[in-house]
């Protein structure tokens, strides 16, 4: 079958026919698979945890959604249902017997696509019922590749409810209507944060440090959430009239951590997902602000399979009053490499069409 393949640690992509022999578990026919930043490192090599399953060449892939052609028979999975596979697979800690292996205490899990497990850029793969997640409607199989990335948004929805549960963080009204949630970041992953919390009830700040593309600018004014172009207006000045009460850094780069304790509330939730970034500048005053003010930061990665559960259901409920069809701005073949590499124009999620 064809799979695409990279060299970790070195990276690098290919798409070569591989036979990985026969294999147990229900065989799914793989539909379609997202990339995202996490690929794109893994590609440029600077990824540092990316490491094979066995040899040195790992299938790439997380993000997927394909349809069951062979049932094993040990589960209700019948042929044709739509799944979407999970990417982190417990090792052998509580947590991650728990079916929490996104709170794994010791490291030791594998993530398909990315370390210790071939992922999902082919034309097939085989899995255990435990890690598949069905998906119940047909009309969102298009929108259900967007289920990995949003199962993240849903643990972070989950760790900012907690969070603001530890004092009376609400509106008069019992809603979060008076509340601003600031997202830094307007990739796939930021729009995705976006839409959820808008959902919730609160007003969105979209924050990006140059103008944005014509497709993403509609997508945010559909679905009223507003915007903050930094390299037009300072985030001092934004918050003067739209306080920022909380914050999600979906881009990695550590002075957004400073940019948002400088300017979050007191009592604010700040919540950091991006990963590619450089150290502070001053981690003193990062650190004072946390903690001084006590402001909530809390790292996120991954989710539970509740996640994504609850991300097939928000597909599925919310997937077209949202119009989230127009994230996926371009669909590509397997043999389209160069998809890893070339940032189209007005690009949010490219997807490789598998069949
Ligand atoms: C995935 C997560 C994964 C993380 C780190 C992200 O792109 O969505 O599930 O844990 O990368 O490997
Ligand atoms: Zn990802």
């Known amino acids: 079958?064809?799979?695409?393949?990279?060299?970790?640690?070195?990276?690098?992509?290919?798409?070569?026919?591989?036979?990985?022999?026969?294999?147990?578990?229900?065989?799914?026919?793989?539909?379609?698979t997202g990339i995202c930043g996490t690929d794109k490192e893994i590609v440029e090599?600077?990824?540092?945890?990316?490491?094979?399953?066995?040899?040195?060449s790992l299938i790439l892939g997380h993000e997927a959604v394909g349809i069951v052609e062979e049932p094993d028979g040990s589960s209700d999975?019948?042929?044709?249902?739509i799944v979407v596979p999970m990417v982190r697979r417990p090792g052998s800690c509580r947590m991650c017997q728990l079916g929490?292996?996104?709170?794994?205490?010791?490291?030791?899990?594998?993530?398909?696509?990315?370390?210790?497990?071939n992922g999902f850029m082919r034309d097939e793969f085989t899995d255990y019922p435990r890690?598949?997640?069905?998906?119940?409607?047909?009309?969102?199989?298009?929108?259900?590749?967007?289920?990995?990335?949003?199962?993240?948004?849903?643990?972070?929805?989950?760790?900012?409810?907690?969070?603001?549960?530890?004092?009376?963080?609400?509106?008069?009204?019992?809603?979060?209507?008076?509340?601003?949630?600031?997202?830094?970041?307007?990739?796939?992953?930021?729009l995705l944060?976006?839409?959820?919390?808008?959902s919730i009830g609160m007003n969105v700040v979209e924050v990006n440090r140059h103008p944005l593309g014509e497709n993403v600018m509609d997508y945010l004014d559909y679905n009223k959430i507003d915007y903050l172009d930094t390299s037009n207006e300072s985030l001092e000045n934004k918050v003067k009239d739209v306080p920022m009460d909380a914050a999600i850094d979906a881009v990695g780069a550590m002075d957004v951590l400073k940019e948002i304790t400088d300017n979050i509330r007191?009592?604010?939730?700040?919540?950091?997902?991006?990963?590619?970034?450089?150290?502070?500048?001053?981690?003193?005053?990062?650190?004072?602000?946390?903690?001084?003010?006590?402001?909530?930061?809390?790292?996120s990665v991954d989710g539970a399979k509740e996640h994504y559960a609850e991300a097939i259901r928000f597909i599925e409920s919310h997937g077209a009053s949202l119009q989230m069809g127009r994230l996926i701005t371009g669909t590509y073949k397997p043999e389209d490499l160069k998809v890893f590499t070339e940032k189209e124009k007005q690009e949010i999620k490219k997807v490789i069409a598998w069949s």
């Open 1 to 32: 079958m064809r799979a695409i393949t990279t060299m970790p640690p070195k990276g690098g992509v290919e798409l070569s026919d591989i036979d990985l022999g026969s294999q147990v578990g229900i065989k799914v026919r793989t539909y379609r």
């Open 45 to 56: 090599g600077r990824l540092k945890f990316a490491r094979p399953e066995s040899g040195n």
């Open 77 to 81: 999975f019948k042929e044709g249902d």
């Open 100 to 117: 929490r292996q996104d709170y794994c205490e010791d490291g030791d899990f594998v993530e398909a696509g990315i370390r210790g497990k």
């Open 131 to 190: 890690f598949l997640v069905r998906v119940g409607s047909r009309s969102v199989l298009d929108l259900a590749v967007l289920t990995e990335p949003l199962k993240n948004v849903m643990k972070m929805k989950e760790i900012f409810q907690f969070l603001r549960m530890r004092l009376p963080w609400y509106c008069e009204d019992s809603t979060l209507s008076c509340k601003n949630m600031y997202v830094f970041g307007t990739g796939t992953e930021g």
């Open 193 to 198: 944060i976006s839409s959820v919390f808008k």
């Open 266 to 299: 007191n009592n604010g939730i700040a919540i950091m997902f991006g990963t590619s970034g450089q150290l502070p500048s001053s981690t003193y005053e990062v650190l004072e602000n946390i903690v001084d003010r006590n402001i909530v930061v809390v790292g």
